[in-house]
């Protein structure tokens, strides 16, 4: 899947592109909100693992 540069990381670093291997991260796991304050740049694999990590956060909540 092609996915376009997003603006907000465009004028937050100042880049053209993305460096290769690197995705951007909606903090608030939320992608509607893309307030620049909410984008953070992470390789993929801690991408991966950011949100790996928040799913077994929010499997363990429904446990409780």
């Not at 990381?9 to 880049?15: L, P, R, S, Y």
């Not at 290769?20 to 740049?41: C, Q, R, S």
């Amino acid at each position: 899947r092609t996915v376009g540069m997003h603006p907000g990381v465009c004028e937050k670093f100042g880049w053209t592109q993305l460096p290769k291997g690197y995705e951007v991260h909606h903090i608030d796991m939320n992608k509607l909100n893309n307030d620049i304050n909410n984008l953070a740049v992470l390789t993929k694999s801690e991408h991966a693992k950011v949100h790996n990590q928040y799913k077994e956060w929010k499997d363990a909540q429904g446990k409780i």
